[in-house]
């Protein structure tokens, strides 16, 4: 169901229509077990220049296919593909002389510092010497590198890795610029600091730019959108024309906390409504007719809660889009991950989190980590309640992740205390480590060996035997969804299916404690959605979840934050409390936890300063 073209002068008063790229009918496929899997099914589309392009769609949709084909990295195998204006079949060199491609994993040298980056780069674009100088001074302005020319690229932060591969891409400027995803893993300030350096290249140079994104409020910063699904063109158009198909069918619910989330899982499942997810302090309800919601009965229960009619947003018709092709219902994926512990919608009713009885599952005193001189982890101190789910935010580099490794027993502490399931860590971190389940931000596994070589090995390295070992491996792959993968190489797989087996190996042996750093780094929104109702799910049946995510709007699914920078905490507490912190005044909190988020590290690095 595509959409027409929009017209010549876009939605931002550019008039050059004329194309950067053109797909006619083009099929690209490739090899997977006995038989081929088509991952362009002859698509046809345009991409105007002097536009910033947003390509959207599911994990395994075909974007980084399509782009690599743009840059001549793959040959198409049917159709015609050209590229400003020359012949992809033709032209290669020549195209991948005017473009820039930045992929999802930019092919920095970490043992080199910034600027020997940037002279590698400059050296292998052929820009001479006396041209380097002075794109090097805008290139660290625009990137707010300049002061970390002489540090090590492998002792930068997530988001500064990701401005100096931009950098490194653009040390010779191309007149389109192609990147595959490039705020994943990043915070909500360097996210906006690599969206303005895009804005800025488009409205200044005048450069055209195509970037895939997992983020859909980017999107909706793009002049167009592409969505693709299963290699298929579902739409393309600016963002308002497909959110204005959803006027009038998004509503917003404010419920106790403490049902929150229990509100919003018993909405995702009824008929009639497209979609249901946490948007601050209620939950956010688009519905699949313009007859509105009918309170008997979505919540027969809650007698008290209206349905407040709010704005429909790109991210309501996305949704809508892939629902209506999907076959499989997403949220099977948690009634098999978590089957028969409780009624299904999260938390048991009355209980709260930390109502069990006993010590906490977590349990961090004046914890510290130094590492030479330099202290990544400075006197935090928090515990996690039983079936609590706890976030943990920060901007990259702020701790996060080191506090994590701490907890699991992979690296010791500095000075501090720490016990996880009721031990201490300095003397049983390895009887603590078989209590738990832990995902690395990066993927981990074993990508040489199939799935279910993975779950196999997994599940004797936790010591499950027999009936139960060969149980808990089909309820990974049937719970996962990875039965129709399970030959498949790990490593090969895309990015949401290897986040799904990643979870599925942490939770083989079923355990109390569950440590998740950015499980949905990179995924898209609707593996997001699956994942959070399994964590969810988890949660209310005892399991204690602690979290680190860049996604702002996943913070409001977590009981209690923790937002840290340089080591240190800045804020905990509910996310209502924080956002109430983190605002004007008391009257006026912060209007989303992604603006209370910016203001307390803007706050914090301004207070440092």
């Not at 010549?8 to 229509?17: F, L, W």
């Not at 195998?77 to 012949?87: C, K, R, S």
């Not at 069918?249 to 018993?266: C, G, L, N, S, T």
């Amino acid at each position: 169901m595509g959409r027409e073209a929009p017209p010549e002068n876009g939605n931002n008063g550019r008039a050059d229509g004329a194309a950067a790229i053109s797909f006619k009918r083009v099929r690209k496929t490739f090899p997977r077990g006995e038989g081929r899997i088509e991952a362009l099914k002859g698509i046809s589309i345009e991409i105007r220049k002097g536009r910033v392009t947003g390509l959207v769609g599911p994990d395994g949709a075909g974007k980084t296919t399509l782009m690599r084909l743009s840059v001549c990295l793959l040959e198409p195998d049917e159709g015609a593909l050209t590229v400003m204006g020359m012949d992809a079949a033709e032209d290669p060199l020549a195209i991948q002389s005017a473009v820039r491609y930045m992929p999802q994993q930019f092919g920095l040298y970490e043992d080199l510092s910034v600027q020997e980056n940037l002279d590698l780069y400059a050296d292998l674009q052929g820009v001479l010497p006396a041209d380097r100088k002075e794109r090097y001074a805008e290139l660290t302005r625009m990137t707010r590198l300049g002061e970390f020319t002489d540090r090590l690229a492998g002792r930068l932060s997530g988001g500064m890795k990701q401005k100096l591969g931009l950098a490194c891409t653009l040390v010779r400027p191309p007149e389109l610029l192609i990147l595959d995803e490039p705020t994943v893993g990043v915070d909500p300030v360097s996210r906006r600091e690599l969206w303005n350096i895009v804005s800025r290249l488009v409205e200044e140079e005048g450069m055209s730019v195509l970037l895939s994104t997992a983020y859909l409020d980017e999107a909706e910063k793009c002049d167009e959108v592409i969505l693709l699904h299963e290699g298929e063109v579902l739409g393309q158009g600016p963002p308002g024309d497909f959110t204005r198909e959803q006027k009038g069918r998004a509503y917003w619910v404010k419920p106790p906390a403490e049902k929150k989330r229990d509100i919003q899982w018993r909405l995702s499942r009824r008929d009639g409504v497209v979609d249901a997810v946490i948007q601050g302090d209620g939950v956010r309800v688009v519905m699949g007719h313009d007859d509105g919601p009918d309170k008997e009965d979505l919540l027969p229960e809650e007698n008290d809660l209206d349905f407040e009619p709010v704005d429909a947003r790109f991210e309501d018709s996305y949704v809508a889009l892939l629902q209506s092709r999907q076959e499989a219902n997403a949220k099977d994926m948690a009634a098999e991950a978590t089957p028969g512990k409780d009624d299904g919608a999260g938390r048991k009713t009355g209980e709260s989190p930390g109502d069990s009885p006993g010590d906490s599952p977590i349990d961090v005193e004046n914890v510290r980590r130094r590492f030479g001189d330099f202290y990544a982890v400075k006197d935090v101190s928090f515990s996690v309640g039983h079936g609590e789910v706890f976030g943990l935010l920060g901007a990259n580099g702020a701790g996060k992740t080191t506090t994590f490794r701490m907890l699991c027993g992979l690296l010791p502490a500095s000075g501090g205390k720490l016990r996880v399931a009721g031990l201490d860590l300095r003397r049983a971190a390895a009887k603590a480590r078989a209590r738990i389940g832990y995902m690395s931000q990066k993927f981990s596994l074993y990508g040489n060996l199939s799935v279910v070589e993975n779950l196999n090995f997994f599940s004797s390295a936790y010591n499950l035997k027999g009936k139960r070992r060969q149980d808990r491996i089909e309820w990974a792959l049937e719970g996962f969804d990875l039965k129709d993968r399970a030959d498949a190489a790990s490593g090969l797989l895309p990015l949401g299916y290897k986040q799904r087996l990643a979870l599925a190996c942490a939770l083989m042996h079923e355990p109390e404690i569950l440590f998740l750093d950015e499980p949905t780094s990179g995924v898209d929104p609707m593996a997001r959605r699956e994942f959070w109702d399994v964590i969810n799910a988890l949660s209310g049946s005892g399991v204690t979840v602690l979290v680190t995510t860049h996604f702002m709007e996943e913070a409001e699914y977590c009981d209690r934050l923790a937002i840290m920078a340089a080591g240190e905490i800045l804020a905990l507490g509910a996310p209502a409390e924080i956002k109430a912190r983190a605002g004007k005044s008391e009257d006026e909190p912060a209007a989303s936890m992604e603006e209370a988020f910016i203001a307390l590290i803007e706050s914090s690095s301004a207070a440092r300063d």
